[in-house]
């Protein structure tokens, strides 16, 4: 298969940075017309600057349905609708369930989950527009098949996302728009460079591939649910951890 979006309209929201970044890359080297959308619209601004291709950048925030309703408003109007929202952005800040407070279980639950919805539905008047609607989700391993310390808020939305995408995706299919959802594993991003080459190594060795995962394997998962030949697939989701999440034992690795 060799996919091509050419034309199609494209919005990234949290394209600015990591995985977004990475799905925004290659599909606009597939030719499509693609919207960066972030808080931080100067960053969103030179990720579209750096990934060229007629990329742009615009300020969003996922968690203000009044805010989404503005951006792709505007992404509408530049790329004369939209065809495919990738609805990426995610926070996961760490917090032990003793010591959770409130808070931070909304805030992680307002922008992974509540967003999703947000993002979702304030996309839904062009991709019911679009002659090829797609819409898809960033989800994890983490929460839908793994646990990880200090990432239960993170995971259950990650979880979440599934449930909503089984019945979004029955509820959808009259217009023709597809969603489908990628599980990526550990992704080399900024933040987790950030943590040092040790813990690099360490992730990398318990993945039967060896190495940790770039922000272009994810865009190349989204790209195919995205792509014509995807067009009867809905509802699915398709991992991408080299491998991680099956070893059953570190025996298993040697
Ligand atoms: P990242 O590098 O921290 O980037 C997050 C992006 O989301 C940034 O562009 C950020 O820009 C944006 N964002 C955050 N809050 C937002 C909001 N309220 N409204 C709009 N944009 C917002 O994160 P990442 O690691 O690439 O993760 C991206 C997605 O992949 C998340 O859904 C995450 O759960 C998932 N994921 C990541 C990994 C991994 O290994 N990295 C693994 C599995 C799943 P602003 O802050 O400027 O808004």
Not at 2 to 29: H, P, W, Y
Not at 51 to 58: E, K, N, V
Not at 156 to 165: D, E, R, V, Y
Request: aromatic residues 8%.
């Amino acid at each position: 298969m060799s996919a091509s979006l050419k034309g199609r309209a494209v919005v990234v929201t949290g394209g600015s940075k990591g995985i977004g970044r990475g799905i925004a890359k290659v599909f606009a080297e597939s030719g499509a017309k693609v919207a960066i959308m972030a808080r931080n619209v100067d960053e969103a601004q030179a990720a579209a600057r750096e990934i060229g291709h007629d990329a742009y950048g615009i300020y969003g925030d996922v968690t203000s349905a009044q805010s989404l309703e503005a951006a792709f408003a505007e992404v509408a109007r530049r790329s004369g609708g939209i065809d495919v929202l990738c609805a990426n952005a995610g926070i996961f800040p760490q917090a032990r369930l003793e010591e959770m407070t409130e808070a931070q279980w909304e805030l992680v639950s307002d922008t992974n989950l509540k967003g999703t919805f947000l993002s979702v539905r304030a996309a839904l008047p062009y991709l019911k527009a679009s002659s090829q609607g797609r819409i898809i989700l960033t989800s994890s391993i983490t929460g839908p098949v793994t646990g990880y310390p200090g990432w239960t808020h993170y995971a259950a939305t990650k979880a979440g996302q599934l449930g909503f995408m089984r019945t979004a995706c029955i509820e959808l299919a009259g217009y023709g728009i597809t969603v489908n959802a990628v599980l990526p594993g550990n992704i080399i991003t900024e933040g987790l460079a950030a943590m040092g080459e040790d813990y690099q190594k360490s992730m990398a060795a318990s993945v039967p591939l060896k190495r940790l995962g770039t922000v272009e394997d994810i865009g190349y998962a989204a790209l195919y649910f995205a792509s014509r030949e995807a067009g009867y697939v809905t509802g699915q989701t398709i991992i991408v951890d080299g491998g991680q999440i099956l070893p059953e034992s570190l025996d298993a690795l040697s």
